[in-house]
């Protein structure tokens, strides 16, 4: 079983900044060799943002290149998302999430993760 905790979200003025957490527990070996965090905002679908191999490597969505970074920390078993520029279009719930089946960082960034944390919220205005 993998447990997701996010915290970090909050409101912020169009070209702020904040960082993300989500601290991870559980069954963690099985189920972190491809993280990411995908976004929701009102009214609309789910969308991937970034994914992060076990070494590391990455993957972005369009929408957030050279804005957002996800990076993780094995020891502090934390994973990260930095955002920097947002826009009022980068407002919705952001989720953490583990155990995505596909090609971690060929794959675009989707949702289709088998687990997930309860969410932060993100507002720019």
């Known amino acids: 079983h993998v447990q997701l905790v996010e915290s970090g979200g909050g409101s912020v003025q169009t070209g702020g900044s904040l960082r993300l957490s989500c601290v991870v527990s559980?069954?963690?070996?099985?189920?972190?060799?491809?993280m990411g965090w995908f976004r929701q905002a009102p009214g609309k679908e789910r969308e991937g943002v970034a994914n992060?191999?076990?070494?590391?490597?990455?993957k972005y969505a369009d929408s957030v290149k050279g804005r957002l970074t996800i990076s993780k920390d094995n020891v502090k078993r934390t994973l990260y998302l930095q955002m920097q520029s947002l826009r009022p279009e980068d407002t919705a719930m952001y989720y953490c999430?583990?155990?995505?089946?596909?090609?971690?960082?060929?794959?675009?960034?989707?949702?289709?993760?088998?687990?997930r944390g309860q969410g932060t919220q993100v507002t720019v205005s």
């Open positions: 559980g069954d963690a070996a099985n189920n972190t060799a491809c």
């Open positions: 999430a583990s155990g995505y089946g596909g090609s971690c960082v060929r794959d675009y960034p989707t949702a289709n993760y088998l687990y």
């Open positions: 992060i191999d076990s070494e590391g490597r990455t």
